[in-house]
């Protein structure tokens, strides 16, 4: 499945020298509201050790990662909603993202201009919510005219509509976002039809100087009690020194440069397990000699929905799937030697996939 992750936040917090760090794709960073006019698009392979065991076990012809494609969206000012700056396209562009990768500057350096002059986290994210609130508040409402119409001949389900849509705007209207409600499970899919800008999962990155990465700093700490009542993610990510492991040519090289900083790992590697936690998301693979490859699904999906990634024809004709746990195939070395030692599973249709499963489809169509 194709996920995509949009990148938001004012205007001058580092989300675009972030993009081109994640991505390495040369998208203009400049130190001035606007720089990001239209939205840059960019490609990251998911990293992955266990795709690299695999590999190493099963030399492929070619490996083939799974992928998360980054939205960088332009700079967010107040009255976006209203069309101020580059809003409209900028609310546009949100509403097409799987996820939002709000990046919210949370580092001093006078040679930085911050759009409204100071620093200040909780008061950033508040601009950015406000905006999308309304956003979402003007579609509720314009939905409402048309729903109170259907709901006038009594029909049950026009009715429960209109409910919906009040309860909605009257928490907008509290400043509260729309992830925030608990909706009834036969209200979801008319949720869902609306495409609210904030029902989005969302994924905060506290853009922090090189001395705060580990143990993060008073904004940080001020940002995370703010979004604690959220259901939403916390991460702390220095597009300072992204920009610099993205300069370094060899991996040898960026794990050098990781252990001098202290690190464990490279940002992107938090960013994307904070975005698949967040949309709850795993992985599973396939392994032949032909590639190896890893397979993003939904935590939870069965069998016939996780061969569905590979082909529609894999879920139509889904006959039964074999199966191999990754421990299991790193310890026995081979898929013939699990054969062997009879740690092969045959799964049917009522199977829940498990992270790092390695599986093998039978379809009939």
């Not at 008073?218 to 020194?241: F, Q, R």
């Amino acid at each position: 499945m194709a996920l995509k992750a949009g990148i938001v936040g004012l205007p001058n917090v580092g989300k675009s020298t972030l993009f081109n760090a994640l991505t390495k794709a040369g998208a203009l960073a400049a130190n001035y509201p606007f720089a990001t006019k239209d939205p840059n698009v960019g490609v990251i392979n998911v990293p992955d050790e266990r795709l690299d065991k695999l590999t190493e076990l099963v030399n492929p012809q070619k490996t083939i990662p799974t992928s998360v494609e980054i939205v960088d969206i332009a700079g967010l000012i107040k009255g976006a909603s209203k069309g101020e700056g580059l809003g409209n396209q900028f609310l546009a562009n949100i509403r097409e993202v799987d996820a939002i990768v709000h990046v919210v500057r949370c580092f001093d350096n006078g040679n930085v201009v911050h759009v409204d002059g100071d620093v200040n986290p909780v008061r950033d994210k508040e601009v950015i919510d406000t905006e999308l609130q309304l956003k979402d508040l003007e579609t509720v409402e314009k939905r409402m005219e048309k729903q109170k119409r259907a709901a006038k001949g009594n029909d049950k389900e026009e009715v429960k509509k209109l409910d919906v849509l009040k309860k909605i705007a009257a928490s907008l209207e509290q400043g509260k976002n729309a992830r925030e409600i608990e909706f009834a499970e036969d209200e979801l899919e008319f949720v869902k039809e609306l495409t609210l800008l904030t029902t989005k999962p969302i994924l905060y990155v506290c853009n922090v100087d090189e001395n705060s990465v580990k143990s993060g700093n008073a904004y940080t700490a001020a940002l995370t009690e703010a979004v604690a009542n959220e259901d939403a993610e916390v991460v702390k990510i220095s597009a300072e020194i992204e920009s610099e492991i993205a300069q370094l040519d060899t991996l040898e090289d960026q794990l050098m440069f990781l252990e001098e900083m202290g690190l464990e790992e490279p940002g992107v590697n938090v960013l994307i397990a904070g975005t698949y936690k967040l949309l709850n998301l795993i992985t599973y693979f396939t392994a032949g000699e032909k590639e190896v490859r890893a397979w993003t699904i939904q935590r939870g999906w069965k069998a016939p929905q996780a061969a569905g990634v590979i082909h529609t024809d894999f879920e139509k004709g889904f006959i039964r799937a074999e199966v191999i746990d990754f421990s299991t195939y790193v310890e026995l070395g081979s898929e013939s030697a699990v054969k062997s030692a009879g740690k092969l599973r045959v799964e049917g249709k009522e199977y829940v996939v498990d992270d790092g499963d390695v599986m093998h489809f039978l379809f009939n169509v």
